[in-house]
């Protein structure tokens, strides 16, 4: 389960619950710019999605302006694990991980998100101003601009997701054949030869970052490598460690990269007794 909401910061605002037919809607909602008032406020029958709309109608002079500011939000606490995993000493193979969200730690519904928003809207705007300004100001040539700011987004993306026990994961890339198109990411999870080439999430969250490499150093062989790929929850066997006619040898180029991340993670926060036990040897 979970919810969704859509808000307006606008009093006058009117809305519609229900509606179908495109061509009756577009036709009042442009003749008199206010939404009719829904009979009914059920839930849609199975199998069938009602449109809703929500709108503010304002009457402006010429040159003027206006304002209006709409918050999309959503809560859904019940994350499983709806990839591809070996399940093959799982006893019940139609198993579906709870792996959870980390927000709900601080919002339990979506009316709680829209309250701090509201709330913090100058503050949030005025330090996403800041960071544009400081980041896109600086003296790095535009190229190199364009490619770190690029990638950004791609941690608030459903490539990365924050789970409920405070691990981080990231898969190679938005949806893909592997996961059937279902779900939210590609090849899974937490390649470490793909996210070694990632440095946003490093500089800009590195609690995050460190938590990826708390993932990869408690996944280490007997044998002593580090396996490519994470599988989660991480009390289930990892990649290594059960016959898998799927599985590949361990990625040497992963292994290095996790050793050049872990000394870059111990520069930013100079943190040496998580680097010694990361790799205690």
Request: glycine share 6%; net charge negative; aromatic share 14%.
């Amino acid at each position: 389960y979970g919810d969704l909401t859509l808000a307006i910061d606008q009093s006058d605002a009117t809305f519609t619950t229900q509606w179908r037919n495109l061509k009756n809607f577009w036709s009042q909602f442009s003749r008199e710019g206010v939404l009719p008032k829904s009979d009914s406020e059920e839930m849609s029958p199975i199998s069938q999605t009602w449109t809703g709309s929500l709108a503010s109608k304002k009457i402006l002079n010429p040159e003027e302006s206006a304002v209006i500011t709409f918050i999309l939000a959503w809560n859904f606490p019940n994350r499983v694990v709806d990839w591809n995993i070996n399940k093959a000493m799982i006893p019940d193979t139609q198993t579906e991980f709870w792996i959870g969200n980390y927000y709900n730690k601080w919002f339990s519904n979506t009316l709680k998100v829209i309250a701090y928003a509201r709330e913090h809207w100058i503050y949030l705007l005025e330090k996403t101003e800041q960071f544009h300004e400081a980041f896109f100001s600086s003296n790095l040539p535009s190229e190199v601009l364009t490619n770190i700011s690029a990638t950004f987004s791609t941690i608030r993306t459903p490539t990365c997701f924050w789970m409920r026990d405070k691990t981080f994961h990231g898969f190679e890339g938005c949806n893909g054949a592997s996961t059937g198109k279902l779900s939210g990411g590609s090849c899974p999870l937490d390649c470490t030869h793909v996210w070694n080439y990632a440095f946003s999430l490093a500089h800009l969250f590195p609690m995050l970052e460190r938590k990826m490499r708390e993932t990869e150093f408690k996944m280490q062989n007997k044998d002593g490598y580090l396996p490519h790929r994470s599988v989660i929850p991480l009390y289930l066997p990892q990649f290594g460690m059960i016959p898998d006619p799927g599985d590949v040898p361990p990625a040497i180029d992963g292994m290095f990269g996790m050793i050049l991340k872990i000394y870059r993670d111990f520069l930013i926060t100079n943190d040496l007794k998580f680097l010694k036990e990361s790799w205690p040897y």
